[in-house]
């Protein structure tokens, strides 16, 4: 009996001390209120910030916000505090803006999380049509293929949408070139009509020319060829993206660094959170593929940062420590 009683006792001790560890496994927010992110409102970003919350809430025991905006925006709320965290900066589109933020020391860089590109990109169905169709001086002789409807004499290639920085870069681009003369840049209002414009093209298999980017899901779900363009010339590049650039040449275009920066006085108050999201990196063409999957399946945007989560723990499971990977595999699972 008193041999029962010693072992009973050691029973509830050993439970007591299992669910004291228990409980300090369970993971506890640096912060005492949610974690505030920027969803800007395009695929990629709206993916990578589905994908950074669920890591934070399911392996860091944290709650999380999003405040929706544009670009600039969204920036001057990170600068102010009242996000924490611009999970994608195109910094190449916003430098000045950039550059006095840092200066300042309200916002900090953390981490590249993929290299963005672009370029002139045809159907697949155009270039086996044109064998000759490689890169984009190839385009000469053959405007009459990609006929404007507003200029007959010329051909069209479709731009992106008006106002954007990328229309001096494919102004420029044409006569660095020598196209100005075949062809004329179309600038779409928007960037839904850009995009509609390209798809309509595809299901009547027209044949069309247009600049677009990535990582995005038109790229990655229709079947394109991105039209072969020179070596980066850094001294040209920097004309091609000057809106006075008096002489365009030839050049390629450098993939852009995209980068996540966070508020600095977050960055002090969360270096767990912070030192996560240093590591955040997703090469180009894996956020490509899973969002054209997203796009052919229709899939929501959170269901689409599941795929990514189920499909590449090779990835994600590299940005966090090891007990935090294994509280979001449960939670997947």
């Known amino acids: 009996m008193h041999i029962k009683k010693m072992i009973g006792a050691a029973s509830l001790i050993a439970g007591a001390s299992l669910s004291l560890n228990a409980h300090a496994a369970a993971p506890a927010c640096e912060l005492d209120r949610p974690v505030k992110f920027g969803g800007m409102n395009w695929e990629s970003n709206l993916m990578l910030v589905n994908v950074e919350r669920y890591i934070v809430e399911h392996g860091y025991g944290c709650k999380t916000l999003v405040e929706q905006g544009d670009t600039l925006p969204m920036f001057a709320a990170l600068q102010r505090g009242d996000v924490d965290i611009n999970s994608e900066i ?35 169905y155009t270039a086996e049509k044109f064998p000759q169709l490689e890169a984009a001086t190839d385009l ?126 977050f960055a002090q108050r969360a270096p767990k959170l912070v030192t996560f999201l240093s590591k955040v990196q997703v090469p180009e063409d894996v956020l490509t593929a899973t969002l054209g999957h997203m796009a052919r399946e229709k899939l929501e945007i959170e269901e689409a940062s599941r795929y990514f989560l189920d499909q590449h723990p090779e990835i994600w499971t590299k940005w966090v420590p090891s007990e935090v990977a294994e509280r979001v595999r449960q939670k997947l699972d």
């Open 90 to 124: 195109w910094i190449t589109q916003m430098q000045e803006p950039w550059d006095r933020a840092i200066a300042a020391g309200k916002v900090k860089p953390v981490g590249t999380v993929f290299e963005g590109t672009d370029g002139w990109y045809v159907p697949r």
């Open 140 to 265: 000469k002789g053959l405007h009459e293929s990609f006929v404007d409807d507003e200029d007959p004499g010329r051909g069209r290639i479709y731009g992106c949408a008006a106002g954007w920085t990328c229309g001096t870069i494919n102004a420029n681009l044409l006569k660095a070139f020598e196209l100005q003369d075949e062809y004329l840049v179309y600038s779409p209002g928007n960037a839904a009509a850009q995009r509609a414009a390209i798809t309509a093209a595809f299901k009547r298999k027209k044949d069309i020319v247009f600049y677009y980017w990535t990582p995005t899901s038109l790229v990655g779900s229709l079947d394109l060829v991105k039209l072969k363009l020179p070596p980066v010339d850094d001294k040209a590049l920097a004309c091609i993206m000057d809106p006075d650039c008096a002489d365009p040449r030839p050049t390629g275009l450098a993939a852009y660094p995209v980068v996540t920066a966070v508020n600095t006085d």
